[in-house]
């Protein structure tokens, strides 16, 4: 199976935020945020497939500019 560069990067970055969230949740945290730019289409693709919600579509990150901010909350057992 060949893959494209784009899809590559991708899977890495699943595996990497996914790796992130298992941490967080082992740590006891019960959230894990992220904040992407709006235009980084390929990072907000990642984040829909760890069923991370927009929860802030226009967040001002002071010397970042404007970002979109995602949350993943861990369901209660």
Request: glycine fraction near 4%; aromatic fraction near 10%.
């Amino acid at each position: 199976m060949q893959y494209d560069t784009y899809t590559v990067i991708q899977r890495y970055a699943k595996e990497i935020e996914e790796g992130q969230i298992q941490a967080a949740i082992r740590s006891n945290y019960p959230q894990v945020y992220a904040t992407v730019h709006p235009e980084n289409t390929a990072s907000k693709a990642v984040l829909r497939k760890l069923n991370m919600q927009l929860v802030n579509p226009g967040l001002h990150i002071p010397d970042r500019g404007i970002r979109e901010l995602y949350l993943y909350e861990q369901e209660h057992q």
